[in-house]
Structure formats: structure tokens, C-alpha cells
């Protein structure tokens, strides 16, 4: 299988699953939550199978839906759902940032060093900017849910299917001239 299909699948198919059991039960998010973990689980395991090794950043946030979601079960309050966007976003963020500046590590090259062959300073400026980037989903989801959740969540849970992945995709593409820009003329 194609490695970039293989990643949209196990990416974004638990999010569809979930958008699927979320609308089929009539917005109900105890239905929707259990196919969402189970789901998330099996891609993470799917692409520890196919590439044999750890997938860490699809295993935290796999950690962290199991966590949220068991919460918004166990204590039957969507808040702690509502929170797993902003808090797994919050977390990515401050990863890059402190790794970058406290520990001279750039962990956006740590994990993208054989897609791209940048040079040093196109490495900083990407890790900064997919930094903020994960600050601005992180306010915006909380905005969104503090607006709407609970009495319309279905508006945050279209927000977190269908509003998320485009913003995702559009910065991505705008990534493309900084990544032409930095790229290193050496072969590797």
C-alpha cells in the first residue's frame, strides 16, 4: 500500500469513523467516542505492522483519545472531548518550542529529516511556524467549543472533522514556498 494513503487512512479514518457513530446516533457522543478509541488504536497498531516501528506522535495522540474520551465516558461530561483538541495541540506546540529553544533540538527535523533536506535555518523557521500553527488550532477549537457546546455541539464536531483537516491541509500547502526557499542543493 502506498505509504501517503496509508497515513491519510490511519490519520483521518478514526475521525471519520467517529463523525460516522456521532451522526448515525443522532449526536450522541457516548456512541461515538468507543469507535473513535478502538479505531484510533488499531491505525496506531496498523502502522507499527506495516513500517515496524513505534508511530509516537499517532501513539500520543491515540494516549490521549483514550484518555479524554474514557473521561468524557467514566464522568459523563463532554468537556474533557471538547479539551482533547486544545490540549493535544498545546502539547505539539510546546514539544517544538522547547525542544527548539531549551534543548537546541529541533524536533521537526527529527521526524521530517528524510521527507525534506533543508538547511538549518528553513528547519527553525518550519518548526516555528507548524508551533503556532498548533497554538492557533488550539484557540480556535476552544473558541469554537466555548461558543457553541454543549447545547449545539454538532457545530464543534463538524468544526473537528471537517474544519480542522482543510486549515491542516491549507498551512501545509502554504509551507511550500519556506520548504522550496530552504531547500539544501546537496544529494542525501
Sequence with gaps: MNKSLLKFITDFGPLLIFFYFYKKSGNTL???????????????????????????????GAALISLFGG???????????YLKPTIINLVFAAALLISD???????????LK????LNNQGWTLLNKRWAYFFIFLALLNEVVWRSFAPEKEYIWVNFKVWGILPLTFL??????????????????
Design 71 to 81: 473521561l468524557t465516558l467514566y464522568f459523563d461530561n463532554p468537556i474533557f472531548i
Design 101 to 111: 529553544i531549551f534543548l537546541n533540538k529541533n524536533l521537526l527535523k527529527l521526524m
Design 30 to 60: 457516548s456512541v461515538a467516542i468507543p469507535p473513535l478509541i478502538v479505531s484510533t488504536i488499531i491505525a496506531v497498531f496498523v502502522v507499527y505492522v506495516i513500517e515496524r516501528k513505534i508511530p509516537y506522535v499517532p501513539l500520543i
Design 114 to 117: 528524510n521527507a525534506f533536506n
Design 171 to 188: 498551512f501545509t500547502a502554504l509551507q511550500l514556498p519556506l520548504i522550496n526557499k530552504h531547500k539544501n542543493n546537496e544529494e542525501y
